[in-house]
């Protein structure tokens, strides 16, 4: 329930409810006011505010019963890993100090603690923040504004600065003025006593820091990036409400800045490719649609190379369907393809197709996105999709789930968790299409709740969707329902410590055989320049 993703744990929960009957699953490892939480939310991106209202309001509650509980479980014994070495002998005073220091690092990563799903390892971003910025629009649309203020601002103890829930919160002072003083509405009591007691912790960690002589980073809790995602940020002036009022604020929540500048828009290098849209046009960031890429007679031999190198379940383990059981699923590496053409299985010509487009395409992506320094490849596959005769009827699930190439996305909290087992050094991707002789297979984004559609993609032979490979990008690939799609899938690093290592070798392979075909003295490129 960790990993909603993962199709084949979804197909060995189906085959338990078929064995063993009617059954009710129940995940041993959730947290309640987790689960709460997630309810409220759902229930008020659909609107229904009184429900959302309920399940929040109980996961506010569970949250500090929670909070009490982690903070009794910090007084046991503890480990001082800085000192977990023969040399150190504390005195007791010292002894002393540094438990009572773990005891208080332990419960100030509490906030971190009750903010962390089961499964993951980073905590949703300012969560419990976020319980009291639901609520104060929730308690508006019901039409209670002594309650909306209240959890306004409570809010803004966390983010006194937050300009949308300011103005919220002078809307609803004028909406009760005449009726009562808002300046008698106070920001919720739990709220302010565990600030109070947060922030007392803080600064007793950094003086026992600065005295016994250990390092302390104050983490940041209360990261504004985790905000509401939804247009609701300032109540709109909606049909019931007076002109003047304040007007509607159509804010998404926004990604946390990348470590470097963001552009697009530079040379496609060849002048027979040609561009189709942007990240504008394509309704999101670090986006391009090329056509054009490479010829029709280039997707037909690709394709003959294809059939004769490809392995089933290539890539996966040897699992044949790992995405979908209505798929068989097949693949090829590039170093594959050069050593099967050096061995004369398939012609030389092909495989080195094959590995000269995928160069153009890293060029092209490199280009575009004018990047500042060199992008290496991360991952070359060639892969193909056949949908399986006799199992296409009332089909309903995708080719490819959504996801993001980087990070692990988790629609529920509407986050993208860079952590393992995601690949969070890849940081483009492409996907360069050889046929559309096929049925279904369209490529989609998606918002991250993986729901919302805000581009779909039919592909064709020489068409190239290339993006960045964050949670600013969730994507997937609908059902193929009628014959075969294949496409070469690029994935690219910035980080030359995270190079393909079977890149490396058929570099090494494109050398020798060039040297073979040019003679020593020939040679005029050097695929280990980079090295």
């Known amino acids: 329930m960790a990993n909603p993703e993962h199709m084949e744990i979804q197909q060995d929960i189906e085959n338990y409810k078929t064995t063993a009957g009617k059954v009710s699953l129940i995940d041993r490892e959730a947290r309640q006011h987790m689960e709460d939480y997630s309810a409220g939310v759902r229930h008020y991106d659909k609107e229904e505010y009184e429900l959302a209202i309920d399940f929040l309001e109980r996961a506010l509650k569970g949250y500090y019963s929670e909070d009490e509980d982690c903070q009794i479980m ?19 005073y010292e002894a002393i100090a540094d438990h009572y220091m773990q005891v208080l690092a332990c419960k100030h990563d509490c906030v971190r603690e009750l903010a962390t799903r089961s499964g993951r390892i980073s905590p949703i971003e300012n969560f419990l923040p976020l319980h ?66 947060h922030k007392v912790e803080s600064h007793l960690l950094q003086v026992a820091a600065a005295g016994l002589g250990y390092s302390y980073t104050e983490p940041n809790y209360w990261n504004r990036y985790g ?43 060849y002048s ?18 090329l056509d054009n890429v490479i010829s029709e007679e280039q997707c037909r031999e690709l394709h003959r190379v294809a059939s004769g190198i490809m392995l089933a379940g290539d890539g996966y383990r040897g699992k044949t369907s790992p995405h979908t059981p209505n798929e068989r699923f097949e693949g090829a590496t590039v170093l594959k393809a050069l050593k099967y053409g050096y061995e004369g299985r398939v012609p030389l010509k092909s495989a080195r197709l094959f590995y000269d487009i995928s160069e153009k395409a890293r060029r092209i992506v490199e280009s575009y996105f004018m990047l500042n320094s060199t992008l290496y490849f991360s991952y070359t596959h060639l892969v193909c999709r056949t949908a399986l005769s006799g199992q296409q009827e009332r089909r309903n699930d995708l080719s490819h789930p959504i996801h993001a190439d980087n990070c692990l996305l988790d629609p ?78 690029l994935w690219f690093t910035l980080d030359p410590l995270y190079r393909e ?31």
């Open 74 to 92: 910090c007084e046991g014994p503890q480990r001082f890993e800085e000192h977990e070495y023969l040399e150190y002998k504390a005195g007791l």
């Open 132 to 197: 009291y910025d639901y609520l104060q629009f929730a308690y508006y649309r019901v039409g209670d504004y002594v309650k909306a203020l209240e959890c306004a601002k409570s809010y803004l103890l966390f983010h006194p600065d937050d300009e949308d829930v300011l103005e919220n919160a002078g809307y609803y002072e004028g909406l009760l003025e005449g009726t009562m003083d808002p300046n008698t509405i106070k920001p919720r009591k739990e709220a302010k006593m565990l600030l109070r007691r």
């Open 227 to 269: 905000a509401r995602q939804d247009e609701h940020s300032v109540p709109s002036s909606i049909s019931s409400e007076p002109e003047d009022g304040p007007r509607l604020s159509l804010v998404k929540k926004p990604m946390p800045k990348p470590d470097r500048e963001l552009k697009e828009g530079g040379p496609l290098l």
């Open 272 to 289: 027979d490719v040609k561009f189709v849209y942007n990240s504008q046009q394509l309704n999101g960031t670090q986006r391009v649609l």
């Open 412 to 489: 529920e909290a509407n986050e993208c968790w860079k952590e393992p087992p995601a690949y969070t050094f890849r940081d483009y991707s492409a996907l360069l299409y050889m046929n559309a002789d096929f049925e279904g297979g369209e490529f989609i984004f998606t918002e991250m709740d993986a729901k919302t559609v805000t581009a779909s993609i039919k592909p064709k032979c020489g068409r190239m969707i290339s993006f960045s490979s964050g949670g600013e990008n969730p994507h997937g690939v609908k059902a193929v329902t009628k014959g075969q799609r294949c496409a070469v899938a």
């Open 501 to 531: 290592l079977e890149r490396i070798q058929a570099d090494e392979v494109i050398a020798m055989l060039d040297q073979e075909h040019l003679g020593p003295s020939e040679m005029n490129i050097n695929p280990k320049d980079e090295l």
